[in-house]
C-alpha cells in the first residue's frame, strides 16, 4: 500500500530508500532474479484488475484531452491491453536473464607489488522516475532499478494514477515477498511530492524524467540532483540519392505511422533532390493512406500533386516535436546539407539514412551528433526492449554515458578498491621514490 504524504513526507520516505539502497547494494543476484520472476508472475496473475484500473484510466483521459488538460498522443499512451501486458512481462524475464552487472571488475592494475588497483561496477543508489501517461512503463522502469540492485521511487502521472497503482501493488508485493527491502519501492501519488522529491538530494542520486519537453526541462531546471533524460524526440530520415526507393517509403512510412506518440518516431524527413521528382509523390501517396499531413518546403512542393494537401514549413517549424500523424518533408542539395539540418534542427535522439552507398553512411555515422544513427532502418528501433535490454529506464541524448535507450547498464557506477599490504605515498616521492609498476593484471 502507498504511504501517504500526511504519514510520510517525501524526505522521510527518500532517506528510508536511502538506508534500503545500501542493503540492496549487497543483495545475492539469485535474489534479485527471483524478485523479477515473481514480478512478472504476479502481474499475470493480476492482469483482470490491471487492465480494469487501466480501462478507468483511458476513460477518464477522454474527457481531458476534450478539456484540453492533455493531448491526444499523450492518451493513446495510456492505453494497455493483454499482448502490451504480456511484452512487458517478458521484458522483466528478459532483463531477470541478463547477467549481474553489479560487481563487475572493468579494470584490474597492479601498482606496485602487493598495491592492487580494481575497478569494480556498483548501484548507483536511489534513483528517481518521474514519467507521463505510460503505464506500462512502471513495471519496465522498476525491474531494471531492482535488477541493477537499485532503490527506485516513482512517480506517474496523474492520467495513469489507476493503472500504476494496480502495477506497483503486484511489484512491491513479489519484490518484498523474495526478500528485498520493502523500503527500495516508493510510489510517490501527488504532483506537490515531485517538488519535493526534486530537493531531496542528499538522498536521491539521480533523477529520470519521461514525458513531454516541458516535464524534462521543469524537473532540470529545479533541482541540484544530477538528472538523466532528453527533453524532445526529433528524429530524421535522409532519403540519399543512391537509395533504394522502396525501401525509403516502407522505412517512413513504419517509423511515422506505426505508433506516432513515440519519441522515436521520424518527425522530419531529408530527401536529396536527385530523387524527390520520383520519390516524393510515391512518399505522399503512402502517407496520405496512412492518414498523414504533410508539412514541407517550397521545393518539396513541387513535386507534388497539386490535388494534394499539403503545408508549407516556416524555419522555425524544423524544430518541431509532433507527436502524431504529421511529418515534416525538406528536399536538400546534398548529403552535407542533411548533416547540418540534422545537427542544427535535431535532438540528439535517433537519426536513419537510406542509402546503398556505404562510405556516404559512415560519413553520415561519423558527423551527425546523435545518439542513434541507423542504415536502412526505421528509428522505431531505438528502443531498450528492440536492442536486447529488456526495457529501458528512460532515453539518454547527451554525449557522457549512458547514452540512447538506457538498460541495467546504464543505472550502475564503479568504485575503485586499492588492495595494499602497508603501503604509503612517502614511499613513492623524492630523491629515493619508488617506480610503480602500473601493470594490467
Known amino acids: 500500500m502507498v504511504i501517504s504524504k500526511e504519514d510520510a513526507p517525501v524526505k522521510v520516505l527518500a532517506h528510508k530508500a536511502k538506508a534500503a539502497a545500501a542493503a540492496m547494494a549487497s543483495t545475492p543476484d539469485n535474489m534479485r532474479i527471483s524478485a523479477l520472476a515473481n514480478i512478472a508472475c504476479q502481474i499475470r496473475k493480476n492482469k483482470q484488475e490491471i487492465l480494469q484500473a487501466n480501462q478507468k484510466d483511458v476513460a477518464a483521459a477522454k474527457d481531458l484531452v476534450k478539456n484540453g488538460a492533455i493531448s491526444q498522443s499523450m492518451a493513446d499512451r495510456l492505453h494497455m491491453d493483454e499482448f502490451k501486458l504480456e511484452a512487458v512481462c517478458t521484458g522483466i524475464e528478459q532483463i531477470a536473464a541478463l547477467g549481474d552487472p553489479v560487481g563487475k571488475v572493468d579494470l584490474a592494475r597492479e601498482l606496485d607489488h602487493d598495491l592492487q588497483l580494481f575497478r569494480i561496477t556498483c548501484p548507483i543508489g ?82 529520470i524524467p519521461r514525458g513531454s519537453s516541458a516535464l524534462v526541462k521543469h524537473i532540470q531546471e529545479n533541482t541540484d540532483i544530477p538528472v538523466l533524460g532528453h527533453a524532445e524526440g526529433i528524429c530524421h530520415i535522409y532519403v540519399d540519392e543512391a537509395a533504394d526507393l522502396d525501401k525509403a517509403n516502407r522505412i517512413i512510412c513504419d ?64 524544430s518541431t516535436e509532433y507527436g502524431d500523424l504529421v511529418l515534416a518533408i525538406k528536399t536538400v542539395d546534398d548529403l552535407d546539407e542533411a548533416i547540418a539540418h540534422i545537427n542544427e534542427h535535431g535532438s540528439n535522439h535517433t537519426e536513419a539514412m537510406i542509402t546503398e552507398n556505404l562510405p556516404s553512411f559512415d560519413k553520415f555515422f561519423a558527423q551527425v551528433n546523435s545518439a542513434g544513427i541507423f542504415l536502412n532502418a526505421s528509428t522505431r528501433f531505438a528502443d531498450g526492449f528492440r536492442y536486447g535490454f529488456g526495457a529501458e529506464v528512460g532515453i539518454s541524448t547527451g554525449k557522457m554515458h549512458p547514452r540512447g535507450p538506457v538498460g541495467i547498464e546504464g543505472l550502475v557506477t564503479y568504485k575503485y578498491k586499492l588492495v595494499g599490504k602497508g603501503q604509503i605515498v612517502a614511499d613513492y616521492v623524492g630523491k629515493d621514490a619508488k617506480a610503480f609498476l602500473h601493470k594490467n593484471i
Open 255 to 318: 517509423a511515422k505511422a506505426q505508433y506516432p506518440a513515440a519519441c522515436n518516431s521520424v518527425e522530419t524527413v531529408l530527401v536529396h533532390k536527385n530523387v524527390a521528382a520520383a520519390f516524393l509523390p510515391i512518399l505522399a501517396g503512402s502517407l496520405s493512406k496512412l492518414h498523414v499531413k504533410i508539412r514541407c518546403d517550397s521545393k518539396t512542393a513541387k513535386h507534388l500533386n497539386p490535388n494534394f494537401t499539403f503545408e508549407l514549413m516556416s524555419p522555425e517549424q524544423w
Open 126 to 207: 536511489v534513483v528517481g522516475v518521474i514519467f507521463e501517461a505510460r503505464p506500462d512503463a512502471l513495471p519496465q522502469i522498476a525491474a531494471l532499478c531492482l535488477r541493477s540492485a537499485n532503490a527506485v521511487i516513482l512517480k506517474g502521472g496523474a492520467e495513469a494514477e489507476n493503472s500504476n497503482r494496480a502495477l506497483f501493488a503486484c511489484i512491491k508485493k513479489a519484490a518484498t515477498e523474495s526478500g528485498l527491502p520493502g523500503d527500495a519501492l516508493v510510489l510517490l501519488s501527488s504532483r506537490s511530492e515531485v517538488a519535493e522529491l526534486l530537493q531531496a538530494h542528499q538522498y536521491v542520486d539521480l533523477i
